[in-house]
């Protein structure tokens, strides 16, 4: 049996050199980087956003913490700097279809202009029209119109009283209007005196009263048509005076200004018939009898008093702003952090007056859609897709080319209440998903739309090789981190230790981490540890109490389940040997906290019919990986020790005091260690803890979490004193992934703790008996005093048992 070499203190700790480094501090760095170890990310980035055809929209995908949503601002930051700036967009009233308003695009910085504009025409309608229907012209036009009226009133009815004389009857005026009597000599006859006149000349006086009456009828009903005709000669004459004193306003101001803009001069032009039309708004008393001279509507809000009906009105002749770029200088990059639905799109806000909702165009608000219009939308995808239609929403949007505003309840077809519907706004928007990579798959393999809205795909890697051009580029993020956030200077021993940390965070001596955000926060620590310190520069020892500190902070569980097992409460040998039980190693994840810690591991074997029984399995306690590693090690069994002959054992795994779900392959080789223990009846020492998944060759493979199970078995045996005996064995694969603790690699370079690294599962069960594995020899079968002969020997003790108990109907003992 040949000794396996521990390894030694230099490949449990890849050190970062400081002197390669030319600067003493990050002062000493002048070239700011906001991102590094992205090139394909920021390659695609920049391809997509070139794109200028539809779909070329981009998601962002890999882990939070690597920097998409900084590398994706900063690049569009610079890109949209050269880009035009875009239109402002507005809406205003449609006087031919009011719930349909109409939208008008302007260039930047005119919209908030017109909007202004029509706020002074209305200030200057109020002063204006009220004072031309107050003038002297006026009133005698319309005096005159009266007059015309009047005059033709009484001309029709002298002309009627004139003929009745004629023929001994007048025209009177009684409380009950106009009425025709009799005259004798000039004199209305009285009722007793008619009474005694002769039949024949109350007949006679009948008919001509009832002649006359017909045409007095007929006058009468000629009148209120006179009067309409009176009415609209005053309307006629209300338009040519509102004509005549708004013209001015509208030809030699506002008609001119906005020529060049077709939009706005039907708009004006509209607005200018409206006015006439509706002239006589302007000129109504207020409450108290006075002549208004002031905007009812902005007195109103000035006052910070609901609208009336009556103010309201004068809302048709304002300007909605709904984009206003006249701040923006190049394209506008937004990110919307709340993207629900009527974020997105835009919603129609109602207003509660006298009991009943209302609205109107004024009332249309903004989505980051218009804000993004012309430029950049940078969304999460998980919240699009957690809020209710927003996902539906973008994607129609971005299919149709236009934002049409709805109420969510008329998408989802769920009411069909009358509303407005704004005229829809043409979109021209590049859209950018932030998400992790599921969420990229997801959509790609489930929603047909995706691949064709978005079909560049910006995946940011998660680690980078660690040499020393990648070393100095995280120098220079350190440093562009320090002056952003100013934080203290870090020397370069600091930078030093803070790249070893990062490729201990990578889980592999042979990456960094490209998480800047744990990264961004251990520094940041560093300097508040170098503040507290009165170090005017961060020092190693600074980002290792940063380091220390976090792992404290979170330590709370960690050092539970450490108790439990120091006290024997959780059941955990670190010295002794025992026949089929192993220390197993797992890793826990609190939050962004890992931790290692050590499980024991029991096999039981009797005879049987070749099966492994998985007791996590059976009582669903364990996962399908889990699961799979046992079949594994049951067909390394099959194949090493049944090749000829039936496997006639049933064994049984379990992992002790295990009372939560276990999944993973990584302690199959251990589970394994453990049978062949049984098996053999050789114990394992118990100085040792095992980590690795094995195939069916019995060769030891890499797992996860490595430098974490080393440092939990670690931490138990410190903690019951070191003696130079105890140990881990790892895969060998797993060797370059070490990163271990500096107690750690102390403990293993005073000759106190072990790590072994093992290739096969002959290798481990050497270092765990102290006995030889052996090798098949030329005639089939193991040396004595080995495992494998050991094994194989139970295992023909129970064949000829079980053939024995076949042939005789009973066990022979």
Not at 515 to 542: F, G, I, K, T
Request: net charge negative; glycine share 6%; aromatic share 8%.
């Amino acid at each position: 049996m040949s000794v396996k070499e521990r390894l030694s203190p230099a490949t449990l700790y890849q050190q970062c050199d400081p002197e390669q480094f030319s600067f003493e501090t990050t002062a000493d760095l002048d070239n700011a980087i906001a991102i590094i170890g992205q090139d394909r990310a920021v390659e695609a980035i920049q391809f997509g956003i070139g794109m200028a055809q539809g779909g070329y929209n981009l998601f962002a995908l890999g882990p939070n913490g690597v920097g998409k949503y900084t590398a994706v601002s900063r690049y569009l930051d610079q890109q949209a700097k050269d880009n035009p700036t875009p239109p402002d967009w507005c809406y205003v009233h449609n006087f031919e279809q009011p719930h349909q308003p109409n939208a008008i695009s302007l260039p930047a910085g005119k919209a908030s202009e017109l909007c202004q504009a029509m706020e002074n025409l209305l200030d200057e309608l109020f002063t204006v029209l009220p004072a031309t229907f107050e003038s002297e012209e006026y009133q005698i036009q319309r005096q005159a119109i009266h007059d015309r009226l009047q005059a033709r009133q009484e001309k029709g009815l002298e002309q009627l009283d004139e003929a009745a004389r004629q023929e001994a009857v007048a025209l009177i005026k009684t409380p009950q209007g106009f009425a025709i009597a009799p005259l004798s000599e000039g004199e209305v006859i009285r009722t007793e005196q008619f009474q005694k006149l002769s039949d024949a000349e109350k007949l006679r006086y009948e008919q001509i009263i009832e002649k006359y009456q017909n045409k007095l009828q007929k006058l009468m009903r000629q009148m209120p048509q006179w009067s309409r005709q009176s009415r609209e000669e005053v309307r006629q004459l209300d338009q040519e005076m509102a004509t005549f004193a708004i013209s001015p306003l509208f030809a030699d101001e506002l008609m001119k200004k906005y020529e060049a803009y077709p939009e706005v001069v039907d708009y004006l032009q509209a607005v200018r018939q409206d006015v006439i039309q509706n002239a006589d708004k302007f000129l109504q008393s207020d409450d108290s009898g006075a002549s208004r001279s002031q905007n009812p509507m902005m007195a109103a809000l000035q006052a910070r008093q609901p609208l009336t009906p009556e103010s309201a009105f004068f809302n048709r002749y304002q300007v909605n702003v709904l984009v206003d770029n006249s701040q923006t200088h190049g394209a506008p990059v937004i990110y919307d952090d709340h993207p629900t639905f009527a974020n997105l799109i835009g919603r129609i806000e109602h207003e509660a007056r006298m009991g009943a909702l209302f609205t109107d165009f004024s009332m249309i608000k903004q989505g980051s859609l218009h804000k993004a219009n012309g430029g950049y939308l940078i969304l999460d995808a998980r919240k699009v897709l957690l809020n209710p239609q927003s996902w539906e929403g973008l994607k129609r949007a971005l299919q149709s080319g236009e934002i049409k505003i709805e109420p969510l309840e008329h998408s989802l077809g769920l009411m069909s209440t009358a509303t407005l519907e704004p005229e829809p706004i043409p979109l021209a928007v590049k859209i950018v998903l932030l998400g992790e990579r599921y969420l990229y798959y997801m959509l790609y393999q489930l929603d047909p739309d995706f691949g064709e809205l978005f079909k560049v795909a910006a995946d940011f890697e998660e680690e980078m090789v660690r040499d020393e051009a990648n070393s100095l580029l995280y120098a220079q993020f350190i440093s562009s981190l320090v002056k952003r956030e100013d934080l203290h200077p870090f020397s370069r021993a600091a930078v030093a230790r803070v790249i070893e940390y990062s490729s201990r965070l990578a889980g592999d001596a042979q990456r960094l981490s490209t998480h800047m955000q744990p990264m961004a926060d251990l520094m940041r620590e560093a300097s508040y540890w170098s503040a507290q310190n009165d170090h005017a520069l961060v020092q190693p020892a600074d980002v290792q109490k940063a380091i220390e500190a976090q792992r404290y902070r979170n330590g709370r569980i960690r050092e539970r389940l450490q108790e439990a097992i120091l006290r024997d409460t959780v059941l955990i040998d670190s010295d002794g040997a025992v026949v089929g039980q192993i220390n197993a190693l797992s890793v826990i994840s609190v939050g962004q906290h890992m931790f290692g810690r050590p499980s024991r591991i029991t096999a039981r074997v009797r005879l049987g019919k070749g099966e492994v029984i998985d007791i996590e399995r059976k009582v669903e306690m364990g996962g399908p990986l889990h699961a799979k590693g046992v079949l594994i090690l049951s067909g390394f069994l099959g194949g090493r020790y049944a090749e000829k002959r039936p496997l006639s054992l049933t064994a049984s795994l379990v992992f002790e005091q295990s009372y939560g779900g276990v999944d993973g392959d990584s302690a199959s080789s251990a589970e394994l260690y453990a049978l062949l223990s049984a098996m053999a009846s050789v114990p394992l020492k118990q100085s040792f803890a095992v980590t690795g998944s094995v195939n069916q060759r019995g060769q030891v493979q890499a797992i996860g979490g490595v430098n974490e199970k080393i440092e939990g078995f670690f931490d138990i045996c410190q903690a019951r004193g070191l003696t130079g005996e105890q140990g881990v064995l790892i895969p060998t694969a797993n060797v370059k992934n070490l990163m271990l603790r500096h107690d750690v690699v102390a403990a293993v370079e005073a000759g106190k703790f072990n790590v072994y690294p093992v290739e096969t599962i002959d290798e481990g069960i050497e270092m765990l008996t102290g006995m030889p594995a052996g090798e098949r020899g030329e005639d089939g079968r193991y040396p004595p005093n080995t495992i494998n002969r050991r094994v194989t020997d139970y295992l023909d003790s129970l064949a000829e048992t079980q053939r024995a108990f076949h042939e005789n109907g009973k066990v022979q003992s």
